[in-house]
């Protein structure tokens, strides 16, 4: 259990946690390799043939790269045994979905990352948010790369200067609205391999770079209970004809399945029509669990 108790007790009171060194270095290597299949290192966007990349040139970042990768190393920071052990003990129920996941890439010198503090729930819940038990959305920024001051740390606040304080949406977005945030902030500086959890409530931003060379890799995702269904910032089966989702389902275990929303094993779904047809389409799936307890 790589999150102990007293982090967990640390993230009810304030909203976030950081745990640095979080990913073991063969976890970390294997998820950094697997980046680079979509995202080029620094050297290879700054120096090599920097006209190669020209959308990263022109947004900075691009982090609606959504969904499962080819490889094991990003899907398996997402399934993360310790990762979801600490969702079922926070949101209180081991019926949890993976609600996101894509990547982003800062490259230094392309853009302008310094944010206004903002909440997230703007497109993962259609109501409020409510930030207690089974109603908590509890997203996830994995760091690929070491986070140094010059490297756009993100910025967060405790929620103990703001629970409870429902924003002035007509101010939405300004910085005139709680420029006491900027003065309160805990900036992420960690090294590579270290995540931060926090929550719909938690303000938090994006800083500026200070520097015009390097880059930060950066993975986001996140859970919630599965029986809320208007929380929710993916829909995996629309991903279901992508070779990287195939690929996934078919090596995946039955839980890693089950926190895409895939139906358990025991599940009344299972007659013989849907094993075998399930079976067809995923020919090296092995369907054993799923015929034993059917």
Same mark, same amino acid.
């Not at 999150?3 to 946690?17: A, M, N, R, S, W």
């Not at 944010?115 to 729930?121: A, E, G, I, N, S």
């Not at 819940?125 to 089974?134: A, E, I, M």
């Given at each position: ?119 997230? @729930?703007?497109?993962?819940? =259609?109501?409020?948010? !409510? ?8 997203? /996830? #920024? *994995? ?25 002035? @949406?007509?101010?939405?977005? =300004?910085?005139?609205? !709680? ?8 900036? /992420? #500086? *960690? ?25 930060? @890799? ?7 209970? !599965? ?68």
């Amino acid at each position: 259990m790589r999150i102990t108790d007293e982090q967990v007790e640390f993230y009810l009171e304030h909203g976030y946690l950081i745990v640095e060194d979080f990913l073991g270095a063969d976890e970390l290597q294997a998820a950094r390799e697997n980046f680079h299949h979509y995202y080029p290192t620094w050297e290879e966007f700054a120096k090599a043939a920097p006209e190669r990349y020209p959308h990263l040139q022109r947004f900075g970042h691009a982090s609606e790269l959504d969904g499962f990768f080819l490889g094991d190393g990003l899907n398996a920071v997402v399934t993360h045994p310790d990762i979801v052990d600490f969702m079922v003990r926070v949101i209180g129920t081991s019926d949890i979905v993976l609600e996101q996941s894509h990547l982003m890439a800062k490259y230094a010198g392309t853009g302008d990352f310094d944010q206004k503090y903002h909440l997230d @729930f703007g497109d993962h819940t =259609l109501t409020y948010p !409510r930030d207690d038990g089974t109603y908590r959305i509890i997203p /996830v #920024i *994995a760091y690929y790369t070491d986070v140094t001051e010059e490297l756009g740390p993100t910025g967060v606040v405790s929620q103990m200067l703001t629970k409870g304080e429902i924003p002035n @949406f007509a101010t939405w977005g =300004l910085r005139t609205e !709680r420029v006491e945030l900027y003065d309160a902030q805990v900036k /992420v #500086i *960690a090294p590579a391999g270290s995540i931060l959890l926090y929550g719909m409530q938690t303000w938090h931003r994006g800083t500026p770079f200070l520097t015009d060379t390097g880059c930060r @890799f950066a993975h986001f995702f996140g859970y919630r209970a !599965r029986e809320h269904a208007w929380q929710g910032n993916n829909g995996w089966p629309g991903q279901g004809p992508r070779k990287e989702m195939q690929d996934f389902l078919t090596r995946a275990s039955v839980r890693q399945r089950e926190l895409l929303g895939f139906p358990s094993s025991g599940h009344d779904f299972w007659n013989e029509e849907t094993l075998k047809g399930t079976g067809e389409r995923y020919p090296d799936m092995d369907m054993t669990p799923y015929r034993s307890a059917a």
